[in-house]
């Protein structure tokens, strides 16, 4: 069984800068995508990046130039720069691992405060 812990969360200002880490516990296939959602509260968790094996990443419109999803070679971790944070960026932050129908694995979530 994989485990994921994220950690890098915290209170920021309007404007700074977070570097979320997704460490991964267990056996992982280098072949699997990996994701940042985020989730305020009473509201859908939803998909603000995602990249895949090869390198391949993608963002939602509202992060485009602000956030850089990455992956180490070792396959351990993931990370989500964020640049530039807004309120609107105030969430709790999900760490996603996915492969197929093989497994789907989801971090424990954390804090994003961006106080205007």
């Known amino acids: 069984q994989v485990k994921l812990v994220e950690s890098g969360g915290g209170l920021v200002q309007a404007g700074g800068s977070l570097r979320l880490s997704c460490a991964a516990s267990?056996?992982?296939?280098?072949?699997?995508?990996a994701a940042w959602y985020r989730q305020v509260q009473g509201g859908q968790r939803d998909l603000v990046a995602v990249?895949?094996?090869?390198?391949?990443?993608n963002y939602v419109d509202s992060v485009k130039g602000r956030f850089t999803i990455s992956r180490d070679n070792a396959n351990t971790m993931v990370y989500l720069q964020m640049n530039n944070l807004k309120p609107e960026d105030t969430a709790v932050y999900y760490c996603?691992?996915?492969?197929?129908?093989?497994?789907?694995?989801w971090g424990q979530g954390t804090q994003v405060t961006v106080s205007s």
């Open positions: 267990g056996s992982t296939f280098r072949a699997d995508v």
């Open positions: 990249i895949t094996s090869g390198g391949t990443t």
């Open positions: 996603n691992r996915r492969l197929g129908t093989i497994y789907n694995y």
